[in-house]
């Protein structure tokens, strides 16, 4: 990997981002938003295999092959409807290596080679050819004491990691790991399924709520309330933040006995789509209500149409590279929510965007002038070199830095981790030196904005600490 | 501030631009649309103080300042509702200074530091330290007749001055200057409350339109009498084009009787929220069609989804950074009118946009083909080093060069006037270059067009002369 | 010409897109998708003159002369209202040459420019001085043999060249090639007319299909088995592919009975618009299914409202430079086609689009996900140096390279092909260059990369052979 990767080829631009790289580079880790699971570093167990541990669970690589004609059987994926699939996983580990040119020009790609290089010492491209020879080696330093989960939390040097968990999960890992004083991991409060009506787990969740809480969960007020002592203990356990997954970011108050019958229709067996949509919506005002009572810190990420190819969901669940994104309206929708809490000094509210175009018509005037609007990083498909570079080109001139949250990896492959700051760190180290050279920026404001954007940005708005 | 600035790094690029931008560095500024107040211009009366000047009134300044927790009642922005606010314009100069680096990559920054240096010689950047000492240097400024409003319309070198005046105004101003034979300020015809029949002065406008003109305004018939009269009247000021801000720009011809119905339901305070609606998109129709009878230019203006924020709204009025895009169609909605009047000789309708995406989408292949419609510059969030670009890139190779624009700086902040117009001639001599040395455009040509960009062009499309 | 051209000016970037373009530049041509017309080649005979070659059927020449003043009368577009128009070929020459700067920093400056240089060596500029010269030169060039179509074909170096033609064409020009056993020009399947119920020829079109099958077309199960008998005649003659223009990409399935009962309202002349609408997107799911049968590639051309401009068409036809782009949705209207046939190994589904901010949100993540969608290169407006490069920059990340079908020219401008093409490979190899020198990508890899887009993929996707 060349030490001057990504930036422009302009010397002067190049010379300028070299320089402000440093200045990042070696910063620890703030993850305020991500998806490892939480047992793998209270348990500290070793990685099982280099295909389970790099390939079958990450569908940013699974989906690619997919597309190419792969399919997921032949990856190993494990199957929820009794399809049998391949448990050899040097073979699996072979399938994905003969095609890794698809990789080409891809983040997935960029990662990958970062984390073969920076975490596991090989400087050789995967290929074929060199498949199992390879796989010997992972397979032999996920066999050491310094492959362990914990031993490269420490290498990667972490900061704080923040999970990302159900409203009724019991944060039992959360709590042992803070039982014995290790690390800096913290949960996110993600209440999807408690407020989704139509979820197929949604009574379950709620029975979970009740049962953690000792609320009846018969009424909405109890509901309300169980959802409130969830986040009291989630706040006990180091969350700082609650996250939302919807669909379209519908904002819109009901009235409480509106509210309270919705509620006991879906207990009942008896809600509709619309209620459920109604409720959703409602929940997103109540769920902003408590932010502003609790100081968690609100993040929504809408556009997501999950699951689009059912035939793959039908076999192999959720999150498997199915999940298509939508265009996004903001302005509409958000109007609820932000005339009521966004300009509470209290309150922050992260948006995402799976929809560029919203980056300069909506999310940026939006977060210029509401008091509680930050703009989160690129997301998903968009965290990516050109999609970083798209997102600081749009968004800046209008929302300026400080209206912005840093960067998050959202990521649940833990070993891709440094190499996915290590991107945001040198994408903004070119953003930077291209307003310098341009003379929009000063140096010495640069100097100070890459530190802003790499370290305190993130700790000020997730209320992370200095 | 580096006699380079915004042109790209690399140096042939840098080279040419810099020529590029030699050529119509000194010409004199076009103006065509503007909301500069005439009463300025009319009164020369000495500017208040520097916080009244450049803080209090401009929306781009003081919603970043709000977006970062700074409440408007410390700026010192007028209240409607007796709450009390900031009377000390030093106080808040101090506010406004200790939040200057919020400024940083955006084009309020750019702008205000070309004011600084260009107009009042300040070369010290602004600081919470140098606040008072600059406001010195400033207040020391503003009591001079050098910084007089005429005075500085000469010094900016302005060649035409357009401002932005309802229907029913008076053009008092614009009479005395004409009266005195000072200046080239016009005014434009923007009928918005005239039109739309929700407005809460709607009545009171109509008054005006009816003791200006003699009409009754009782019936529909008198109403476009009305409006006609005015027309001609701000024709006889000097006005060249007329102004139309809609949020959705949806033309439909109603029937006369049906439009009259409408109307008189309206006077009789009955009208709907879809007459409304339906009126607003028939006086498109009606106001393109007086377009092609009196040849005013027409210009839209649509897409911004005003006072999003109420409590801003409820306690200090409209124009508070308060109003936010939203996603803008034109194919469909202005197919009627196109139909009509598209194709008419002698009408010139100026296409405006919040929503980026409608450059390369609808708005250049409008422009490419109908005779009538012309692209207006990057609007408002967009009027920056980054949005110009993006407009250049998105839509000359559709519209070509020669059916845009020019520039117009839109600004009711005066002394940014010059700012804003060399941030656009930089923009596009650096456009321009950056064909050049992609050898899509010869230079000798690149030199025609960036006078073409810079002077030419907005005099013809707005028959502004020579 | 500039052998640079179209290159970033970055010396590195240069450099290597230098050597990268030389490695495609000769390559033959592979034309997947256009609209030359095949009697053309068939018959061999001299082309007219030079504004009816290059200036009157090229509606991208003329809306630009339109959209500045210049009625299509004086460019001799023959009228269908009895209309008299220009019938000198030599002053439409005059009146589009005193109009060659409109075209300047367009594509179609672009592609002529190559074309007077590249095809007969003009090197000067056209103007109106030297118009008649230049028309006598071109004049004299196209009576001589090595300017008839086929002496161009072979030099243009073309391998196959793709024509598109209604489902109840005779094909009697390719069937006459291929009996005389000269070129590779094959016939596309597209059936919009056939499946349009509100087509003002589509009685016509289904008794042509009838009588070039011997259905009865009685029935929508004979209508099916006559669409299925002419697929199977264009394979016959060589068709590899299917097209389809929609406005709107609505896909879903009727039911049998639904669909019969739909087209035998069609045929008495009693379906609605909404019955169209239904047909239309159900025939969109049938069709696909004949693709998973026959391999017919599918490709969907969605987005283009067509003949916005009624007074142009109603005096002048179709393709007048009077469609103009709306926004599409494919993650939802897709839903139901792909997920009955996106899984299926034997299918391919290349999708194009109007609307760039499709690219990155939905497109890239479909193309990325579903083995059988691939991405066509950027369409119309956006066949054009900046609107590849977008293309290229908003769909690598998430879709790879391999999910895309290398370039088409999509033109019925038979001069302008080689142009086409080379822009094409001049924009990809700076696309390139720019990855190389930024280190996102191997040069090694891009050596492979550059004729992977030049000529394997078009050939793979569109099964065109080695």
Redesign the interface.
């Known amino acids: 990997?060349?030490p001057?990767?990504?930036?422009?080829?302009?010397p002067?631009?190049r010379a300028i981002a070299t320089d402000l790289y440093a200045r990042v580079e070696s910063l620890p880790l703030v993850c305020p938003h991500g998806h490892v699971d939480p047992k793998m570093l209270a348990t500290n167990e070793p990685f099982p295999d280099p295909a389970t541990l790099l390939v079958i669970p990450d569908h940013y690589v699974t989906?690619?092959l997919?597309?190419?004609?792969v399919r997921l059987e032949q990856l190993g994926i494990p199957s929820r409807d009794g399809t049998p699939v391949e448990t050899d996983p040097r073979k699996v580990w072979q399938l994905f290596a003969d095609h890794y040119?698809?990789?080409?020009?891809?983040?997935t790609g960029?990662w990958l080679q970062d984390e073969f290089e920076g975490v596991f010492g090989i400087t050789e491209?995967l290929s074929g050819a060199n498949a199992m020879a390879i796989y010997d080696h992972l397979e032999a330093c996920l066999a050491r004491p310094e492959f362990l989960p914990r031993a490269l939390y420490e290498r990667f040097n972490i900061a704080v990691l923040c999970t990302t968990d159900a409203a009724g999960d019991t944060l039992e890992h959360h709590q042992a790991m803070r039982a014995e004083g290790w690390g800096n991991v913290r949960p996110t409060f993600r209440p999807d399924m408690a407020v989704t009506l139509s979820h197929p787990s949604w009574h379950a969740e709620i029975d979970r709520i009740g049962a953690a809480t000792g609320e009846s969960m018969a009424t909405y007020a109890s509901f309300i309330r169980g959802l409130e002592a969830r986040r009291a203990f989630f706040k006990s356990m180091g969350a700082t933040a609650t996250d939302h997954a919807v669909l379209v970011p519908r904002t819109e108050r009901l009235a409480d006995a509106d509210a309270a019958a919705t509620y006991a229709r879906a207990l009942a067996g008896t809600a509709t789509a619309e209620d459920a949509d109604r409720f959703a919506a409602h929940m997103l005002m109540e769920l902003a209500r408590m932010s502003v009572d609790d100081g968690l810190v609100m993040q929504l990420h809408p556009g997501s149409?999950r699951n689009?190819?059912?035939?793959?969901f039908d076999r192999f669940g959720a999150d498997r590279?199915?999940?298509?994104?939508?265009?996004t309206?903001y302005?509409?929708n958000l109007?609820p929510l932000?005339?009521a809490y966004?300009?509470e000094?209290g309150f922050t509210l992260v948006l995402f965007t799976?929809?560029?175009?919203t980056y300069?018509?909506?999310l940026?005037?939006?977060?210029?002038?509401?008091?509680a609007?930050v703009l989160g990083p690129p997301w998903w498909?968009?965290d990516?070199?050109?999609?970083m570079l798209?997102f600081r080109?749009?968004a800046?001139?209008?929302?300026?830095?400080?209206?912005t949250a840093g960067f998050n990896d959202d990521t649940r492959a833990f070993p891709s981790i440094p190499a996915r700051h290590d991107v945001a760190r040198r994408v903004d180290a070119t953003f930077l030196a291209?307003?310098v050279?341009?003379?929009?920026?000063?140096e010495a404001?640069a100097h100070e904005?890459v530190v802003d954007l790499s370290a305190r940005l993130v700790r000020k708005v997730y209320r992370l600490g200095e």
């Open positions: 990997m060349h001057h990767r990504y930036f422009d080829p302009d002067a631009t989906r690619m997919y597309s190419q004609g040119p698809l990789y080409r020009g891809t983040p960029a491209r149409f689009h190819n059912t035939r793959i590279g199915c999940d298509i994104p939508i265009a309206e302005t509409r109007h932000l005339n966004g300009n000094p799976l929809d560029e175009t300069s018509r909506e940026a005037p939006l977060a210029g002038h509401y008091p609007v498909f968009h990516s070199i050109e999609g798209r080109h749009m800046t001139e209008t929302a300026g830095f400080y209206n291209r307003l050279t341009r003379h929009i920026l000063d404001d904005i």
